[in-house]
């Protein structure tokens, strides 16, 4: 069975950090492409960051760069998201997801997704 469980999820003070991570299990990652995308309430799910699996080739979204890092564990078959300086915009639900065709971290390239796990940056 095909499966992506996030955990790591929370309530964090703007400026404070969180780790997110994803396991996926019933398929390995290799030449996937792996991501973080997240949905706030009233707009469109969005690519984070996203990470090819056998190269490592990175990609993220404008407003994260410089305070996110996405990480993959080859052994483990995880990829975590590390999360530095939150915003109260960074406030979403996040979803890992995962597409074999997946090339530009957009939600329509991705096949499987995780449930989400729930991120909120207020005071």
């Known amino acids: 069975q095909v499966q992506l469980v996030e955990s790591g999820g929370g309530l964090v003070q703007p400026g404070g950090s969180l780790r997110l991570s994803c396991a996926a299990s019933?398929?390995?990652?290799?030449?996937?492409?792996i991501g973080w995308f997240r949905q706030a309430p009233g707009k469109e799910r969005e690519g984070v960051s996203c990470?090819?699996?056998?190269?490592?080739?990175?990609y993220y979204r404008e407003s994260v760069k410089g305070r996110f890092t996405i990480s993959r564990d080859l052994a483990k078959n995880t990829v975590d998201l590390q999360m530095n300086f939150l915003k109260p915009e960074d406030t979403a639900v996040y979803y890992c997801?995962?597409?074999?065709?997946?090339?530009?971290?957009?939600?329509?390239?991705?096949?499987?997704w995780g449930k989400g796990t729930l991120v909120t940056a207020s005071s």
């Open positions: 997801a995962a597409g074999v065709y997946g090339s530009s971290c957009a939600p329509l390239d991705m096949d499987y």
């Open positions: 019933g398929f390995t990652l290799d030449d996937y492409e």
């Open positions: 990470i090819n699996y056998n190269d490592g080739y990175t």
